[in-house]
């Protein structure tokens, strides 16, 4: 009997084809769609299941539907308007792949008898890190790649992961899924977060905690001198100029958000560079952290280019110090660090240094 194994099957066409070719390799699939955000949603809703379940039918794979809906709402959701409200900036994605794609499919999956799930990410895992273990490296399509969101994978997990797409472009892969007649081959794909309609993330926030938002505050110079208000610092990220509304002739961005004080500090371009970051929560692809200080290339955010920098290990947390100033260094942000298209670690910005 073949290895069954479970494919997160999102009714996208990323997942539409990997389920495509572990079944056409032999495997005994079980598609499962993840109900997580409800139907107002880019992603996750019932037009999204009932996607799935038409490729399911039409790959000859059994299909299921596991509602999460209450889960994501309090792991992720909940989580998010938090963040913003303490003044850091959420990336909701890594939580969403690392509860639930992971996780919660890999329960699912145990009381399925299948020891391996996959998904449609692009990204690949191999064994030849020292001692055979699990290496996490970047998909072949750079422009899709997302390991950036699965840094912190455990060994175990990476063990019992498979990423089908990791050697495919998405031209081919859409190529495959028109080959095999699949109702996702067209489907367009959202690039934005999907419980957030329109990208306003401020909205979200005031309607998930309507009595938390902090009110009217100050917006300050580097100096402390107020040149004017803010609705909330909800509506704020490090980095933003939009939505300031000041009146000045300098072009001037967010810099830090400072929740306790309800404030928003305010620089030019220049003043924007950071020297490192404070990270706390890190973790470490090889499943501990090196014995001393090491040097990686270090992206802030998904589409960041990245930096070298060195990474010097402290307890559960560490520290970043760049070679050069990176720009928008925003606490609540992932910092991953790379050793080429390796992913060795990652950890959550605590604090941007000066």
Request: aromatic fraction near 8%.
């Amino acid at each position: 009997m073949s290895e069954r194994v479970v494919v997160a099957l999102s009714g996208g066409v990323d997942s539409s084809v990997a389920a495509a070719m572990l079944s056409g390799a032999g495997r005994e699939v079980v598609g499962i769609t993840l109900a997580l955000a409800g139907d107002a949603s880019r992603c996750c809703s019932l037009a999204d299941a009932e996607d799935a379940r038409r490729v399911a039918e039409r790959l000859g794979v059994t299909f299921y539907v596991a509602n999460y809906r209450d889960q994501f709402r309090q792991e992720v959701i909940e989580f998010f308007a938090d963040e913003y409200l303490a003044g850091r900036t959420p990336i909701p994605c890594v939580a969403c792949n690392q509860r639930f794609k992971f996780h919660h499919l890999m329960e699912r999956a145990a009381a399925l008898g299948a020891d391996r799930v996959a998904t449609g990410h692009y990204a690949r895992i191999d064994r030849a890190g020292p001692g055979g273990t699990f290496r996490l490296l970047r998909g072949l399509d750079r422009g899709k790649d997302q390991s950036y969101y699965l840094f912190d994978l455990s060994q175990e997990q990476l063990g019992r992961i498979e990423f089908p797409l990791g050697e495919l472009t998405k031209p081919e892969v859409r190529e495959q899924a028109r080959k095999l007649g699949l109702r996702t081959a067209e489907k367009p794909e959202s690039q934005e977060i999907c419980f957030v309609p329109d990208n306003d993330y401020a909205s979200v926030v005031e309607a998930i905690r309507p009595d938390a938002l902090p009110g009217e505050g100050e917006i300050v110079d580097e100096a402390g001198a107020v040149l004017g208000k803010h609705a909330g610092i909800h509506h704020f990220t490090v980095g933003q100029r939009r939505g300031l509304r000041l009146s000045s002739d300098r072009k001037l961005y967010v810099k830090r958000i400072e929740a306790a004080a309800n404030r928003v500090v305010v620089a030019d371009g220049a003043g924007l560079g950071s020297s490192g970051a404070r990270l706390e929560r890190v973790s470490w692809i090889a499943g501990a952290a090196p014995n001393e200080s090491t040097r990686a290339t270090v992206h802030v955010r998904y589409r960041h280019e990245g930096e070298p920098a060195r990474i010097e290990p402290d307890g559960s947390g560490a520290t970043v110090r760049f070679d050069e100033p990176v720009r928008a260094v925003a606490p609540g942000q992932a910092a991953v660090f790379y050793d080429g298209d390796a992913v060795v670690g990652g950890g959550w910005i605590a604090e941007a240094l000066a």
